[in-house]
């Protein structure tokens, strides 16, 4: 398929699907810190957090899934390797490995934020191009993370 099948200008296009497989690769590395979160959380906030990152990491599961069918939809293959996400995902890996619950929360939040400033950087791109199905899409994921993003810092006694 070409973007052009869905009236878009695969020239105009192409910024917003790098863009997204940079996107994709930040958000592989996001879910798996997530899920060392959820394995590996211990101490008294074990209940509330195991719970939490597992909504998260589902949430970020179906997420991946759907930034990649966007990447195929506008004609272009989905990054897809685990090399290509750490070369190009500026959000890095941690051993979660005995971190504390606090630690570990701080981390999800600096992913989110990372991953939100990547949003407005494709939200631009998305206007720019005139792809509303990308902007839409993005639009959405980033106001997922700015609530979890209230509630994370709510939880962990941040302004």
């Known amino acids: ?3 052009k099948e869905i009236s878009l200008n695969e020239k105009e296009v192409k910024p917003v699907v790098d863009l997204l497989n940079d ?3 930040n958000y592989h590395i996001h879910y798996q810190k997530l899920r060392g979160c959820h394995w590996n959380i211990k101490g008294q ?3 509330t957090l195991h719970i939490k990152f597992e909504e998260l990491y589902t949430n970020a599961q179906l997420t ?3 930034i990649a069918e966007r990447v195929l939809t506008l004609g272009k293959p989905p990054h897809s390797r685990f090399a290509d996400y750490i ?4 959000i890095k890996e941690i051993d979660t490995i005995g971190m504390k619950d606090l630690d570990m929360v701080d981390a999800v939040l600096d992913d989110m934020a990372k991953l939100i400033e990547i949003e407005r950087e494709i939200l631009d791109a998305t206007a720019e191009a005139g792809d509303d199905g990308s902007n839409d899409m993005v639009n959405r994921f980033m106001q997922f993370k700015e609530k979890n993003t209230w509630m994370l810092r709510s939880f962990a006694g941040k302004k």
Do not use: T
């Open 45 to 47: 906030n074990f209940f």
């Open 87 to 90: 070369k190009e995902s500026q």
């Open 64 to 66: 991946i899934d759907e």
């Open 1 to 3: 398929m070409d973007a």
């Open 23 to 25: 996107y994709l690769a």
